[in-house]
């Protein structure tokens, strides 16, 4: 299949890219970092057919930019793997009333914009979309109050589109990670052991403590996932799923 992961060169993105051309998907990844991108498409290209494109999610031009292109490259287009650019930590009291704004094209339009640019040939190829979230969504999360209040529309995008594009035969479902194993977590871990004055290895178990399955998962566990979501059998749609090793105390 021909798929978009964006925000991909690193983390998440990559680790779902790798899972996906590892399967025999065609993929396009994207970033807004030309370094970052040269280094992921390197790598990447030992696992499969891939290409890369230079976007900015916060950009509507880029965005648009980056379907266009990425459906000539592919010729048509069957899944978009949406993730978004890591949000800026903070509480409410210290987050600066710009950064909202940037929060939202982050963390929101840039999820409307990936979708409407390519919906027309998602409807072609009866294909599917996959939006990355987080657990935060159900359960707010300390210092992180711009994704805890802005990634909840996602929720509502997801079940909305599930509804009206479900008779295309589009599925379209969301993923809430909890803590997986990335550069951007190394650091929040790392942050956290120089605060705390104590070493990222103690922190870093002290946080795999209180997750019911005691580790962090490996971002290319998120990709077998979306490549099982993304499957043209799979009868999926419309769901919001957890992926956090059993983290979330909710029961729905
Ligand atoms: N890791 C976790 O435990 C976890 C849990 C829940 C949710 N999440 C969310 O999942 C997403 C990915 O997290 P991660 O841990 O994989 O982060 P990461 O390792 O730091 O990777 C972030 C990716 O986003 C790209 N990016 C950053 N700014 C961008 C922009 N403006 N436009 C396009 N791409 C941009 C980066 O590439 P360039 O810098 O090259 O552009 C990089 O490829 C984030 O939204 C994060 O909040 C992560």
């Given amino acids: 299949m021909r798929v978009i992961v964006t ?3 690193k983390g998440i993105g990559y680790g779902i890219s790798k899972v996906l051309l590892e399967n025999g ?4 990844i994207s970033g807004h970092n030309g370094e970052n991108l040269a280094n ?3 790598n990447l290209k030992n696992y499969g057919k891939v290409y890369g494109i230079i976007s900015d999610l916060r950009n509507i031009n880029d965005v648009r930019n980056l379907i266009d292109k990425s ?3 592919l010729k048509g287009l069957d899944a978009v793997v949406y993730v978004a650019p890591p949000p800026k930590p903070g509480n409410f009291e210290s987050t600066p009333i710009e950064m909202w704004d940037d929060a939202v094209k982050s963390l929101l ?3 409307v914009w990936v979708t409407k640019f390519s919906l027309p040939y998602i409807k072609e190829s009866k294909g599917s979309y996959v939006y990355l979230s987080s657990f935060a969504i159900k359960e707010p999360q300390e210092n992180l109050i711009l994704s805890n209040v802005v990634r909840i529309s996602l929720a509502g995008l997801t079940r909305s589109l599930s509804k009206e594009l479900g008779k295309y035969g ?3 479902n969301m993923i809430m990670p909890g803590w997986i194993e990335t550069e951007r977590v190394e650091e929040v871990v790392n942050s956290r052991a120089k605060s705390e004055g104590k070493s990222s290895e103690d922190i870093k178990k002290e946080i795999e403590k209180g997750i019911p399955l005691k580790r962090m998962a490996k971002p290319e566990e998120i990709g077998e ?3 099982f979501l993304i499957a043209k059998n799979t009868y999926i749609s419309g769901a919001s799923i957890p992926f956090d090793g059993g983290l979330l105390n909710s029961v729905f």
């Fill in 7 to 9: 925000a991909s060169t």
């Fill in 25 to 28: 998907n065609e993929v396009v």
């Fill in 109 to 111: 339009l840039s999820a």
């Fill in 225 to 227: 996932l979306v490549n």
């Fill in 170 to 172: 589009i599925k379209v």
């Fill in 40 to 42: 992921a498409l390197n």
């Fill in 71 to 73: 459906v000539n490259i």
